[in-house]
């Protein structure tokens, strides 16, 4: 028989690591961003930081209920049964973490897409999702063993389900608005793949980690849902981070942090550079890559008389101008104009 250690404390133990893990590279990415974006409104750099100290807040927690019972409690049994309110925070903070990153992406889809229903549907599943989270911490302070947590799996469904809807949604109203906006061209083609990519790839992490968390929730008494549900929080936060620090590589930004919005409908000041040769003149806009641009080149036609066959006419021309006199006994050559 395994221990009560290893059935329970075994996947929280391991979520931990996961956990502390991306917290780790959350850190990275916080500092890229306030080191790179210098330049965006407050209101986001707020944003970001109250993010930050929430992922914090969340890791102390988990680190703290995973020594309270197994360092404090070592050799009573009878504490691993149990969750103590410390475990109770984490569904309530993986909520709302959740619940701000996709709200800030239902205000990027406003942005781009000025589309209210989808807005409207993003934002009211992130408040269910937030909902779920919140009565989901309530009944675990109600019912702390965990062989009885199925006994609240309605709110744990309403959490992990709508969370996972939020994400879906996020990802077809972005990857639909950027797939009508293609233009042909190769450059700007790559560029919006690209952001697709990425979308694709953070919305399908969040979604798929909730749905599994979920499925393993129903399937199983034991706490093997919490390798998956206690990293939750940290691929929201990195998700968000990943999209803010991917800017400079859009192209849509400098990556000297001069945004203001999402740089994703800024468009930057046209450059313009002319060079000039001798008969040629070429004009060349270098523009955005979400641009169309067009070289015009103006050519100027002169007639030019290949110089050996000048050569050759006006020598027959002097010699058919030339006279001779005899006058003193000399050759005397007349003076001619010629003229072309």
């Known amino acids: 028989m395994p221990s009560p250690a290893a059935l329970t404390y075994g996947p929280i133990f391991v979520g931990v690591v996961f956990n502390i893990l991306l917290y780790g590279i959350m850190i990275t990415q916080t500092f890229l961003y306030f080191t790179v974006y210098k330049k965006d409104r407050l209101w986001m750099k707020l944003f970001v930081a109250l993010l930050f100290i929430c992922d914090t807040v969340n890791c102390a927690f988990d680190i703290t209920f995973l020594y309270i019972p197994l360092v404090n409690n070592f050799g009573n049994p009878s504490s691993l049964m ?7 925070t984490d569904p309530i903070m993986t909520a709302l973490i959740g619940s701000l990153t996709q709200c800030f992406f239902a205000w990027r889809v406003n942005v781009l897409t000025h589309s209210i229903p989808a807005v ?24 702390p063993e965990f062989v009885h947590f199925q006994k609240f799996e309605i709110i744990v469904i309403v959490w992990l389900a709508f969370s996972a809807v939020a994400d879906c949604a996020i990802t ?10 293609k233009t042909g061209f ?10 697709i990519r990425l979308t694709v ?7 798929l980690c909730a749905v599994v968390d979920l499925v393993l929730f129903l399937a199983t008494p034991s706490g093997l849902h919490l390798v998956f549900n206690l990293p939750l929080s940290k691929l929201y936060t990195n998700s968000l ?16 942090g001069e945004t203001t919005t999402d740089d994703m409908t800024r ?18 806009s270098m523009m955005t890559p979400n641009q169309v641009y067009i070289d015009v080149e103006s050519h100027e036609m002169v007639d030019v008389i290949d110089t050996k066959t000048l050569r050759s006419i006006e020598a027959m021309d002097h010699n058919q101008s030339r006279a001779y006199s005899e006058k003193d006994g000399k050759l005397c050559a007349a003076t001619t104009s010629d003229s072309l």
């Not at 149990?82 to 109770?88: E, G």
């Not at 599943?125 to 911490?137: I, R, V």
């Not at 981070?241 to 400098?254: D, E, P």
């Not at 450059?271 to 001798?278: A, E, F, I, V």
């Open 172 to 181: 077809i109203a972005l990857v639909g608005h950027l797939r009508k906006h």
């Open 186 to 195: 190769a450059a700007t083609d790559d560029i919006v793949n690209r952001i």
């Open 267 to 284: 468009t930057d000041r046209n450059k313009h550079l002319t060079l000039r040769g001798g008969e040629t003149g070429r004009r060349v």
């Open 120 to 143: 409207i549907f993003i934002t009211l599943c992130a408040l269910c999702q937030f909902c779920g989270g919140l009565g989901t911490s309530i009944a675990v302070g109600m019912i």
């Open 82 to 88: 149990y969750a103590t309110w410390v475990f109770a």
């Open 201 to 207: 790839q953070t919305g399908l992490i969040t979604a």
């Open 241 to 256: 981070m990943s999209s803010l620090n991917s800017r400079a590589g859009w192209r849509y930004g400098t990556g000297n």
